[in-house]
Each structure stands twice: as C-alpha cells, then as structure tokens.
C-alpha cells in the first residue's frame, strides 16, 4: 500500500520491479538480500546462419528495439540506430556488472521472432538513406533479415513475449 511517496508491503506481499536497474541492490538497498528473487530476462539468440556465422544477440535486440520504438514510441529506424550507443553504454553501466547476481536468467529469444520482426523492420530500415551515417548498418540489418523467411504476425500467440515488440498483446504495459 502507498503511503504518500512510500510503499509499505505487508508480510505476505510481492513486489516486482521491472527495469534496467531492477538489478542493482541499492534500488532496494532497504529489502534484506534473502527476501530478494532477482531474475534477468535478455534475448540470448541461439541461430547460426551456417557453420561459421552465427546471428548475435545484439542484432536481434536492435531490431526488436527498432519495432518497439516506432510502434510504441514514434522513432524512425534512423533514430534508434543514432540511440544505440546511448543505449548499450546504458546496459553495460546499469545491466551487465549486476546480472551475475541474478538468481535465475530467463531467455526471451523466439527461433521464429526475426521471421516475424522481418515484416515491420525492413520496411523501417530501408527508409534510412544512403547519404545517413546509419545506413551501413541499416543496409546490414536488411542483409540479416533477407536470409528469413517472413512469417505473419497472426501467427504469433497473444501472450508471447513478442508481442511487447510487434503489439496485440493480451497484457497491459
């Protein structure tokens, strides 16, 4: 319950906190350590495009990212690619040094999920013009996403983690 700017909890309440901070002890500095539950959720990509060149997680969290930001934030593909930077020396101020201290770790990556952002990326990325300082990298994204097959966002159940990217999610953000 609130009490002005304070949250008291009764004994057999549960707070979760969601954020790139959620791992950093002095958020909740005042919550003894073993009344903690930390879980670290990232998209650990696990596809190889043949033998030798595997798709890295950070190409399928920028093209989430590029998605959620113009579904959900009105950023052009070029926009996010300008923010990227800001974005992972972000994660490696306020995500990385805390993540080993995560008592589970949770792999949001989807085998099909490039097939499905395919359709809402690369229409994004190929806005980006070849006099931008993005397009090297918008034209590799493109690339990337040329070796999928796009697959129908109909297709993609209303619960799925996903869905926080693409929309149409049953759950409220």
């Not at 009344?35 to 670290?40: A, D, P």
């Not at 030798?52 to 969290?61: C, L, P, Q, V």
């Not at 995560?102 to 792999?107: G, W």
């Not at 949001?108 to 070849?130: D, R």
Request: neutral net charge; contains cysteine; aromatic residues 12%.
């Amino acid at each position: 319950m609130f009490n002005g700017n304070r949250m008291k909890l009764d004994e057999n309440d549960i707070l979760v906190i969601e954020g790139i901070h959620c791992l950093n002890d002095k958020l909740t500095e005042a919550i003894p350590r073993d009344k903690k539950f930390k879980i670290y959720i990232s998209a650990l990509t696990v596809l190889n495009i043949d033998y030798y060149n595997r798709i890295s997680t950070t190409d399928t969290r920028i093209i989430r990212r590029i998605v959620r930001d113009y579904n959900f934030r009105s950023y052009s593909a070029k926009e996010t690619l300008q923010r990227w930077n800001s974005i992972t020396n972000g994660e490696k101020k306020y995500i990385f040094p805390f993540q080993e201290e995560a008592d589970i770790m949770f792999n949001s990556s989807i085998l099909y999920e490039l097939s499905v952002l395919k359709n809402y990326a690369l229409p994004l990325l190929s806005e980006i013009s070849k006099e931008s300082p993005e397009y090297a990298e918008a034209k590799r994204l493109i690339t990337l996403l040329n070796y999928f097959k796009g697959i129908e966002p109909k297709f993609v159940p209303e619960n799925s983690i996903l869905r926080e990217f693409i929309g149409g999610s049953i759950f409220e953000y």
